[in-house]
């Protein structure tokens, strides 16, 4: 069936440094959705990506739709304490339903 | 506007048993999903509701079902109950259906013993 991976699985950063998880697809996909779920919390909605080869900014994130559209990656850029949780990708599969990454799971050291 | 209300938020139950969870979308969503969150198998898709009929339904037993209300509040029921239905259940609801921006609820954390 069709599946959404994550890499890496997890990731310790220390404080300043960069942050980046990779998502690919089996298949392609019509969007891409990014989620950052806080330790102890629900996922929250961060962007979404149509566009083959889209890059869209949230401040320090960054977000990269590949131009076959069956790839994604998130980045930010000297990170914060404030960053620590795991960041889900996305994907609908052709039945309509979303399919999630395992996720990546960010620990920072201050 | 108030978000996604999930209750109960914790419960514990024995296997065996049914336990129905409840789920409140933001007001105006019309579509409400189901996921069932564990550390080995992640978020996993149960099924999609809008306008009170199933539209899309994940790789689950029988044992899981649903239903929607015209106000769009939605219910999922979980009979027989097996120590592997532990798990955080989110809901999640969204303006229209199918695969857009997702509004998760807190989750019930359910402990089946």
Not at chain 2, 88 to 105: D, I, M, V
Request: glycine share 10%.
């Amino acid at each position: 069936g069709q599946q959404v991976m994550q890499i890496p699985q997890y990731q310790h950063v220390q404080e300043g440094e960069d942050f980046t998880t990779y998502c690919n697809s089996s298949t392609t996909l019509s969007n891409i959705q990014w989620y950052k779920q806080r330790p102890g919390g629900h996922p929250v909605f961060l962007i979404q990506l149509v566009k083959s080869g889209e890059v869209k900014k949230q401040k320090r994130l960054t977000f990269q739709f590949g131009e076959a559209k069956k790839n994604s990656s998130l980045h930010i850029t000297a990170t914060q304490t404030t960053d620590v949780g795991t960041y889900f990708c996305a994907g609908p599969s052709n039945t309509g339903k979303l399919i999630f990454g395992q996720g990546t799971t960010l620990q920072v050291k201050p | 506007k108030a978000g996604v209300t999930q209750t109960p938020r914790y419960l514990i139950k024995t296997r065996g048993q049914q336990v129905t969870l409840s789920c409140s979308p933001i007001s105006g969503h019309r579509s409400v999903s189901w996921y069932q969150q564990t550390p080995g198998q992640g978020l996993q898709f149960l099924f999609e509701y809008f306008s009170e009929t199933q539209r899309n339904k994940g790789n689950f037993p029988g044992r899981f079902s649903g239903r929607q209300f015209s106000n769009s509040r939605s219910e999922m029921n979980v009979s027989t109950l097996e120590l592997g239905d532990s798990a955080l259940y989110l809901c999640a609801s969204s303006w229209r259906q199918g695969n857009n921006e997702q509004f998760f609820g807190p989750g019930t954390r359910l402990t089946v013993l």
